[in-house]
């Protein structure tokens, strides 16, 4: 077994043994990024000095015995979260040069543990897409078969994982943009419960949905992670005052867990390799002693709809304040004022990120507001209530992650219409604000990894690892070959 | 020529004097060099996020109860979006549907009936950056220290029918609003602004006329000229059969006239939706109660009491009145000493004469009511001469001593001890032999000059009254 | 659907300048997307919907207690265009 297939259990246990020292580990990984992701390309930006600094700072800490879990542990952070200092991208134009003078949150917490960064990793612009394919920077490739799609928007943070560049990543999920990519590039991912991990520092896309969370190569792994970033934030509104312990149930018996099928994820449209690995890996939850109850969402058939308009609703308003006038990108051929915004906001921001700004304006502007975002917000609450419904008797819902597995590179990004209909199986979490993990079930005909995904009650975090982590203890997942 | 009504109404904007804003902990202050008092919230940096402030919430529910409004318990928070320079998020978070405080009422007067206006809505919201603009090099340059100030908007119903009107609701809204304590609603300093809604409408007609917006209003006097205009401007264009345009206009204020603003380019269309980083908050009755209870006696309270239950008379009730400062201190001195009358009397002829002259701050009082009490009550009980008392009070505004201090230091204390009096009165009539004969003669005039020269020679520390007594005692006995 | 006009109108509220040829191609873009969202027009609603969710206890918002600004120079740091500690725009007619 070689250093990058340790878990951080593990490399806690080495770090703290001195069999490795932080700095050691961080120059493996550094030395793993310059030989390997030029062909991957995940990293917009690799901080090697800074990286070396906090490993330093984690090794004489370490060394007083006063090392938290996380502490000496690389890992990559999607480039939509601010860190003070370092360039901060969101995969866009419009914010090449920015350099924020502050951290986020969840990245203060990551420092606090003397956590090392070994860079900011790529992402679709703003977050919106499934492929990362719309980065302005790296258009990151699938490590298990280059010529595919990592899924996205955190394409940058699963692509590092999978091929073992970094230990961990932290990337965002408002549509299923953690799940989807754990699930294209064979590793876990976790969306937690909606406000426990504060969005502050998160570039906005959509308010009501974005949630920070972790990709890693594990549940367990997911769940220190999420120990660590998870909390209450007075800087967040939104943020939940529950404190959470996700790793609280990992290992415990899941005997007479009752976990839901929704009858809507398992119809046409979903690939029938993807329906049956997942339906395999619900045969070996019944072998542990779970009951399978077969439920319906009719909701479902609006989802794609409902999340859309509200997400881009939000995002045509999140996205205004980019104008070239305070920071970022600033049109040099502008000379009126209005010159200035138009041309900066055309030249700076990609196409389909336009398309979601005129969706969005067009759902909030008057005349439309009812037929569109009123409705949808309608629908908002129909889930919800199914949800609730589902919940009320089960604990857990097992859906697969996407329709598909990775698709080759090219060949469906363009078609704004098809990428949406490829969120079907993941919207519907964010629209509920529910807690779900992506892990890996099962691999297809030509070795591409296929995704079950394992959705809780709200604040149920802790149960839906467990579910996850049940079923991981028993699988042989395959490493890409690199 | 018809007879057109006139219908105004009024949107009043008032800074909160809360510590921080609306939805950041930058301090609000005034002044302070460009872009200094900001962080990356109120910056509209990426990433951040709003958090709003509870005293902000707290204030605009004072302002509502001072009001007269209900208020809605659930109560939202949206965006309000368009582009421009002094709006870094290109939204302002405000309130749409569900305004904090609804369906108040205002009782204005205006020296005839007593009108009630009725309020709309007050809801909270952030103010935006200032523009500056640089002609050398041609630019526009800003300041974002006023983002994310704490505001309130009371917007008024269209119940006003003259500037006269419309003035005298200004002047009670801001009472109100300084009263309870939420606003200094300085219009010069800016934490007060106002817009004026106008129209005309025939008599007979049941709708409205077409409303004209006017804004870039500085002060009291800007208000009163630009209804006054525009009322004129609009009748002439009805009278001659022309559109009126719904429209803003700006007021300028050097020649007196409104004047259309060419129209931005954007469509209105703010596109209000439910601000996602806020939550609605959920006003409770115990809320509201206790919010009520911290508010001090208002001003209709205050003059009810003054004329039905002090007899004050009407006008100088609303003197009192008009300054929550000047109110209190009439209050705390009566609580000490209750004449009524007098206090009031010396408040409204004399001190009120240094506040508008600028010498004395109502903020700053340097004398408390209770010493304030005893001034007055030593003139009343003659201790000292009406017109020493004066003096007295203008050495009072020095702040440093107690009036009984500054009578004995002055010496304007009035002995009740005849001794002195007599002792002078004596001492008058011995030297001034040729005036006492006359007097004595018939001349009666010369009385005056003898007492003149009495009080002179006591200086004020005798009651005229007992002066006249004696002199006339000693005159008598050498009749 | 969609047509050139309104593409031509939210472009404006966006403030995004889109030119002839990108007219084009987004009339035909958005109007897939928006029949795409029209798969809730069988969805009805009673008007009187409550969509109200959760409200904040008056108690729970934050306390008016003030932190430090940040310093001008690293709020200015990022913008292209300044001058004397302001943020710069071309100047603004009113």
Known sequence: ?482 | MAKYVVVIGLEIHAQLLTNTKIFCSCEVDFGGEQNTRCCPVCTGFPGTLPVLNQTVVRYAIRAGVALNCEFNRYSKIDRKNYFYPDLPKAYQISQFDLPLCIEGKVKIDTGEEEKFIRVNRIHIEEDAGKLVHDDIDNISLADYNRCGVPLIEIVSEPDMSSSEEAKAYIEKVTGLLQYAGVSLCKMEEGSLRADVNVSLKLPEATKLGTKVEIKNLNSLKSIVRSIEYEIERQTKMLNTGEEIIQETRRFNDNRGVTVSMRSKEDAHDYRYFKDPDIIPVQITDEDIDAIRKELPMLIDERFDLYVKEYGLGISEAKILVANKEISDLYNGAISSYANYKAVANFIVGDLLRYVNEGELDSKNIPFTALEFADLIKMSEEEVVNKNNAKAIFKIMLEGKKSPLQIAKEEGFLMNDSVDEVEEVVTSVVSEFTAEVEGYLAGKEKLFGFLMGQCSKKLAGRANPKTIKEILEQKLAALK | ?94
């Not at chain 1, 542990?73 to 920015?98: A, H, V, Y």
């Not at chain 1, 949905?209 to 792994?221: E, N, R, Y």
């Open chain 1, 1 to 482: 077994m070689e250093l990058c297939d340790k878990s951080i259990i593990e490399l806690r246990q080495m770090l703290d043994d001195k069999q490795i020292s932080s700095v050691e580990l961080t120059k493996y990984y550094l030395d793993r990024i310059n030989q390997i992701d030029p062909k991957i390309e995940s990293y917009i930006t690799v901080c090697e000095e800074s990286a070396l600094a906090s490993a330093a700072k984690a090794d004489s800490r370490i060394a007083k015995g006063e090392a938290a879990t996380l502490t000496g542990i690389p890992i990559s952070i999607k480039d939509n979260m601010c860190t003070e200092g370092i360039r901060t991208t969101c995969g866009s134009k419009i914010l090449g040069d920015f350099v924020p003078p502050y951290n986020a949150t969840a990245v203060n917490k990551l420092l606090a543990e003397d956590v090392v960064i070994l860079g900011k990793v790529s992402m679709d612009e703003f977050a919106m897409g499934g492929s990362t394919q719309t980065s302005y920077y790296k258009k990151t490739k699938n490590p298990y078969d280059l010529t595919r799609v990592p899924g996205g928007s955190s394409g940058g943070s699963a692509a590092s994982v999978a091929a073992k560049l970094a230990v961990a990543a932290l990337g965002s999920d408002t549509g299923g943009s953690v799940r989807q990519p754990a699930s294209f590039c064979g590793i876990t991912g976790m969306k937690p419960t909606y406000g426990t991990v504060s969005r502050y520092g998160l570039v906005a896309f959509a308010s009501s949905f974005d949630q920070i969370g972790p990709l890693a190569h594990s549940a367990k792994d997911c769940a220190s992670l999420l120990d660590t970033i998870s909390g209450h934030d007075p800087f967040d509104g939104t943020s939940a005052n529950k404190k959470m312990n996700f790793t609280s149930k990992l290992g415990q018996n899941i005997k007479g867990l009752k976990l839901a099928l929704p009858k809507e994820f398992f119809e046409e449209g979903i690939d029938s390799e993807v329906r049956i690995a997942v339906l395999k890996a619900v045969e070996e939850y019944k072998k542990m002693g779970a009951e399978i109850v077969e439920v319906s969402m009719p909701s479902l058939k609006y989802a794609i709809a409902a999340y859309y308009l509200i997400a881009s609703a939000e995002a045509s308003s999140n996205l205004a304040r980019y104008d070239g006038i305070k920071f970022g990108y600033c049109s040099p051929s502008a000379k009126t004022y209005q010159e200035r915004i138009q041309r900066s906001r055309s030249e700076g921001f990609g196409d389909e990120v336009k398309r979601r700004i005129l969706l969005g304006t067009y759902a909030l502007s008057s005349g439309y507001y009812d037929a569109y975002y009123k409705k949808a917000l309608y629908v908002q609450q129909k889930i919800k209530a199914e949800y609730k419904n589902i919940f009320d008797t089960c604990d857990a819902i097992i859906t697969p992650t996407a329709p598909t597995t990775a698709y080759k590179i090219g060949e469906i990004e363009g078609d704004s219409v098809k990428m949406y209909l490829a969120d079907i199986c993941t919207v519907t979490v964010n629209i509920a604000g529910l807690p779900a993990v992506s892990t890996t079930c099962g691999y297809n005909a030509i070795g591409m990894p296929i995704g079950m995904s394992v959705v809780g009650k709200a604040f149920d975090d802790a149960t839906v690892l467990q579910i996850a982590d049940a079923f991981e203890v028993n699988f042989k997942s395959i490493n890409p070959r690199l």
């Open chain 3, 1 to 94: 659907m969609l047509d050139t006009d309104l593409i031509t109108y939210l472009a404006k509220l966006s403030k995004i300048e889109v030119n002839a040829a990108d007219k084009e191609r987004l009339v035909t873009e958005m109007s897939a997307i928006v029949e795409l969202m029209d798969t809730m027009n069988d969805v009805t609603f009673d008007e009187n919907e409550d969509l109200k969710g959760e409200g904040v206890s008056l108690l729970d918002l934050r306390e008016d207690k003030p932190r430090v600004c940040f310093d001008r120079d690293k709020i200015l740091a990022n913008a292209t265009h300044k001058k004397d500690g302001f943020f710069a725009v071309p100047k603004i007619m009113e």
